[in-house]
Protein backbone atom coordinates (compact mmCIF):
# COMPACT_ATOMS: atom_id res chain seq x y z
CA UNK A 1 0.00 0.00 0.00
CA UNK A 2 2.77 1.95 0.87
CA UNK A 3 4.22 1.59 -2.25
CA UNK A 4 1.40 2.59 -4.58
CA UNK A 5 0.82 5.61 -2.46
CA UNK A 6 3.99 6.09 -3.22
CA UNK A 7 4.18 5.50 -7.07
CA UNK A 8 0.69 8.09 -7.12
CA UNK A 9 2.65 10.28 -5.37
CA UNK A 10 5.78 10.35 -8.22
CA UNK A 11 2.72 10.12 -11.02
CA UNK A 12 1.15 13.24 -9.65
CA UNK A 13 4.41 15.09 -8.96
CA UNK A 14 5.69 14.40 -12.59
CA UNK A 15 2.05 15.27 -14.47
CA UNK A 16 2.43 18.35 -12.26
CA UNK A 17 5.57 19.24 -13.76
CA UNK A 18 5.28 18.44 -17.20
CA UNK A 19 1.73 20.48 -17.74
CA UNK A 20 3.95 23.48 -15.77
CA UNK A 21 6.22 23.35 -18.55
CA UNK A 22 3.30 24.03 -21.48
CA UNK A 23 1.66 27.49 -21.48
CA UNK A 24 -1.06 27.86 -23.64
CA UNK A 25 -2.31 31.53 -25.02
CA UNK A 26 -4.06 33.33 -27.27
CA UNK A 27 -2.82 36.28 -29.45
CA UNK A 28 -4.60 39.23 -31.59
CA UNK A 29 -1.93 40.67 -33.67
CA UNK A 30 -3.39 43.60 -36.27
CA UNK A 31 -0.69 44.43 -38.41
CA UNK A 32 0.76 46.54 -41.55
CA UNK A 33 1.08 44.23 -44.12
CA UNK A 34 3.27 44.94 -48.14
CA UNK A 35 4.46 42.81 -50.58
CA UNK A 36 7.82 42.89 -52.39
CA UNK A 37 8.01 42.73 -56.13
CA UNK A 38 11.05 42.57 -58.77
CA UNK A 39 10.70 41.37 -62.21
CA UNK A 40 12.36 42.38 -65.45
CA UNK A 41 12.54 46.06 -66.70
CA UNK A 42 9.85 45.35 -69.48
CA UNK A 43 7.03 44.89 -67.01
CA UNK A 44 7.88 47.58 -64.43
CA UNK A 45 6.74 46.48 -61.05
CA UNK A 46 6.34 48.33 -58.38
CA UNK A 47 5.26 48.02 -54.85
CA UNK A 48 2.67 50.91 -54.37
CA UNK A 49 0.48 50.92 -51.03
CA UNK A 50 0.84 48.74 -47.51
CA UNK A 51 -2.63 47.76 -46.07
CA UNK A 52 -3.49 46.91 -42.39
CA UNK A 53 -4.05 43.27 -41.92
CA UNK A 54 -5.20 41.58 -38.70
CA UNK A 55 -4.62 38.14 -37.41
CA UNK A 56 -5.27 36.18 -34.10
CA UNK A 57 -5.20 32.61 -33.06
CA UNK A 58 -3.89 30.01 -30.22
CA UNK A 59 -0.01 30.02 -28.97
CA UNK A 60 1.56 27.15 -26.79
CA UNK A 61 5.31 27.71 -25.55
CA UNK A 62 7.10 24.57 -24.10
CA UNK A 63 9.73 25.33 -21.83
CA UNK A 64 13.03 23.33 -21.92
CA UNK A 65 14.36 25.37 -19.63
CA UNK A 66 13.85 28.63 -17.64
CA UNK A 67 14.43 30.94 -19.38
CA UNK A 68 14.14 28.73 -23.12
CA UNK A 69 11.09 27.87 -24.50
CA UNK A 70 9.86 26.14 -28.26
CA UNK A 71 7.01 28.65 -29.95
CA UNK A 72 4.12 27.33 -32.18
CA UNK A 73 0.60 27.60 -32.20
CA UNK A 74 -2.06 28.30 -35.03
CA UNK A 75 -3.06 31.74 -36.44
CA UNK A 76 -5.22 33.07 -38.77
CA UNK A 77 -2.84 35.87 -40.51
CA UNK A 78 -4.16 38.55 -43.29
CA UNK A 79 -1.33 39.78 -45.75
CA UNK A 80 -0.99 42.00 -49.24
CA UNK A 81 -1.06 45.05 -50.49
CA UNK A 82 -0.81 47.37 -54.20
CA UNK A 83 1.55 46.81 -56.76
CA UNK A 84 1.22 47.87 -60.23
CA UNK A 85 2.70 47.03 -63.67
CA UNK A 86 3.36 47.55 -66.79
CA UNK A 87 3.46 45.86 -70.29
CA UNK A 88 3.71 46.80 -73.61
CA UNK A 89 1.27 45.17 -76.19
CA UNK A 90 0.04 45.50 -79.74
CA UNK A 91 -3.53 47.09 -80.02
CA UNK A 92 -4.90 44.86 -83.62
CA UNK A 93 -2.55 42.83 -85.16
CA UNK A 94 1.38 42.25 -84.56
CA UNK A 95 2.18 44.78 -87.06
CA UNK A 96 0.84 47.94 -84.89
CA UNK A 97 3.04 49.50 -82.67
CA UNK A 98 3.50 48.88 -79.21
CA UNK A 99 1.14 50.34 -76.69
CA UNK A 100 1.92 50.44 -72.95
CA UNK A 101 -0.69 49.46 -70.94
CA UNK A 102 -0.76 49.00 -67.32
CA UNK A 103 -2.51 47.82 -63.85
CA UNK A 104 -2.71 48.39 -60.34
CA UNK A 105 -4.09 45.07 -58.26
CA UNK A 106 -4.75 45.43 -54.45
CA UNK A 107 -3.75 41.58 -53.14
CA UNK A 108 -5.39 40.73 -50.00
CA UNK A 109 -5.13 37.01 -48.92
CA UNK A 110 -5.46 34.97 -45.89
CA UNK A 111 -3.98 32.34 -44.22
CA UNK A 112 -3.50 29.43 -41.98
CA UNK A 113 -0.15 30.03 -40.30
CA UNK A 114 2.27 27.56 -38.23
CA UNK A 115 4.93 29.22 -36.15
CA UNK A 116 8.06 27.55 -35.24
CA UNK A 117 9.94 29.73 -33.08
CA UNK A 118 11.89 29.70 -29.79
CA UNK A 119 11.57 32.32 -27.22
CA UNK A 120 14.43 33.47 -25.13
CA UNK A 121 13.34 34.91 -21.91
CA UNK A 122 15.35 37.01 -19.47
CA UNK A 123 15.16 36.96 -15.72
CA UNK A 124 12.39 39.36 -14.30
CA UNK A 125 13.53 43.21 -14.95
CA UNK A 126 10.44 44.50 -12.91
CA UNK A 127 8.19 42.74 -10.47
CA UNK A 128 6.13 39.95 -12.37
CA UNK A 129 7.87 41.38 -15.63
CA UNK A 130 10.49 39.06 -18.33
CA UNK A 131 10.96 40.35 -21.43
CA UNK A 132 11.18 37.88 -24.11
CA UNK A 133 12.80 37.41 -27.79
CA UNK A 134 11.22 35.58 -29.99
CA UNK A 135 13.37 33.71 -33.54
CA UNK A 136 12.51 31.39 -35.94
CA UNK A 137 9.70 31.14 -38.78
CA UNK A 138 6.63 30.08 -39.66
CA UNK A 139 4.68 27.91 -42.84
CA UNK A 140 1.59 28.98 -43.95
CA UNK A 141 -1.23 28.08 -46.23
CA UNK A 142 -3.78 30.11 -47.92
CA UNK A 143 -6.81 29.73 -47.19
CA UNK A 144 -8.76 33.00 -49.52
CA UNK A 145 -7.92 35.55 -51.51
CA UNK A 146 -9.07 38.81 -52.74
CA UNK A 147 -7.69 41.13 -55.66
CA UNK A 148 -9.13 44.69 -55.63
CA UNK A 149 -11.96 43.44 -53.13
CA UNK A 150 -12.97 40.76 -55.45
CA UNK A 151 -12.96 36.88 -55.37
CA UNK A 152 -12.72 37.00 -58.84
CA UNK A 153 -10.62 38.63 -61.05
CA UNK A 154 -10.62 39.31 -65.18
CA UNK A 155 -7.60 40.34 -66.68
CA UNK A 156 -7.64 43.60 -69.02
CA UNK A 157 -5.22 42.32 -71.06
CA UNK A 158 -6.96 38.81 -71.75
CA UNK A 159 -10.49 39.62 -70.54
CA UNK A 160 -10.31 35.80 -69.13
CA UNK A 161 -11.67 35.56 -65.83
CA UNK A 162 -9.55 33.55 -62.80
CA UNK A 163 -10.02 32.85 -58.96
CA UNK A 164 -7.87 35.36 -56.97
CA UNK A 165 -6.88 32.79 -54.69
CA UNK A 166 -5.39 31.12 -58.07
CA UNK A 167 -2.97 33.87 -58.32
CA UNK A 168 -1.16 32.83 -54.94
CA UNK A 169 1.09 29.66 -54.61
CA UNK A 170 -0.05 26.93 -52.02
CA UNK A 171 2.52 27.59 -49.80
CA UNK A 172 4.18 30.41 -48.11
CA UNK A 173 7.64 30.76 -45.80
CA UNK A 174 8.63 33.28 -43.50
CA UNK A 175 11.39 34.43 -41.20
CA UNK A 176 9.98 35.66 -38.01
CA UNK A 177 11.90 37.97 -35.71
CA UNK A 178 9.97 39.43 -32.36
CA UNK A 179 10.69 41.08 -29.10
CA UNK A 180 7.82 42.22 -26.24
CA UNK A 181 7.65 41.40 -22.57
CA UNK A 182 5.08 39.06 -20.26
CA UNK A 183 3.32 40.48 -17.19
CA UNK A 184 2.54 38.19 -14.81
CA UNK A 185 -1.23 38.44 -13.65
CA UNK A 186 -2.41 35.66 -11.33
CA UNK A 187 -0.60 32.37 -10.44
CA UNK A 188 -1.21 30.81 -14.19
CA UNK A 189 -2.33 33.92 -16.14
CA UNK A 190 0.20 36.27 -18.43
CA UNK A 191 -0.29 39.20 -20.70
CA UNK A 192 1.85 39.84 -23.40
CA UNK A 193 2.80 42.60 -25.51
CA UNK A 194 4.80 42.75 -28.85
CA UNK A 195 6.08 43.32 -31.69
CA UNK A 196 7.29 41.32 -34.88
CA UNK A 197 8.46 41.10 -38.55
CA UNK A 198 7.23 38.43 -40.55
CA UNK A 199 9.63 38.41 -43.88
CA UNK A 200 8.27 36.36 -46.91
CA UNK A 201 10.97 33.91 -48.64
CA UNK A 202 8.59 32.33 -51.12
CA UNK A 203 7.52 33.61 -54.20
CA UNK A 204 3.58 33.62 -54.32
CA UNK A 205 3.19 34.45 -57.78
CA UNK A 206 1.02 31.81 -59.27
CA UNK A 207 -0.39 33.77 -62.09
CA UNK A 208 2.02 35.81 -63.79
CA UNK A 209 4.65 33.55 -65.21
CA UNK A 210 2.28 30.26 -65.33
CA UNK A 211 -0.61 31.93 -67.00
CA UNK A 212 0.36 35.64 -68.84
CA UNK A 213 3.64 34.23 -69.69
CA UNK A 214 5.60 36.99 -67.81
CA UNK A 215 9.25 36.10 -66.87
CA UNK A 216 11.07 36.46 -63.63
CA UNK A 217 8.50 37.83 -61.65
CA UNK A 218 8.91 37.85 -57.72
CA UNK A 219 6.07 38.74 -55.15
CA UNK A 220 6.64 38.20 -51.46
CA UNK A 221 4.55 39.04 -48.28
CA UNK A 222 5.48 41.02 -45.25
CA UNK A 223 4.46 42.18 -41.74
CA UNK A 224 4.59 44.34 -39.53
CA UNK A 225 2.91 43.09 -36.56
CA UNK A 226 1.59 44.54 -32.79
CA UNK A 227 1.22 41.06 -30.62
CA UNK A 228 -0.96 41.51 -27.56
CA UNK A 229 -1.61 38.37 -25.73
CA UNK A 230 -2.71 36.47 -22.77
CA UNK A 231 -1.76 32.85 -21.47
CA UNK A 232 -3.57 31.26 -18.81
Known sequence: MKRLFLSLSILVASATAVSAQVEIGIKVSPSVTYLRTDAASTYQFKDEKSQLGFGGGLIVDYFFGENYAFSTGLMLTGKGGTYSYQKDYRALNPNDPLIP???VQKLS???LELPL???LFTNEIAPATR???QLGGSLAVPIGARINGEKRYTDPDTNEETTALSHVLFIDANALV????????????KLLAGLSYHRGLVN????FEKTRGFSDVTIKNNVFALDLGMKF
Open 101 to 103: KGD
Open 109 to 111: TQY
Open 117 to 119: TVK
Open 131 to 133: LYF
Open 178 to 189: AFGAEYQLGRST
Open 204 to 207: LDHY
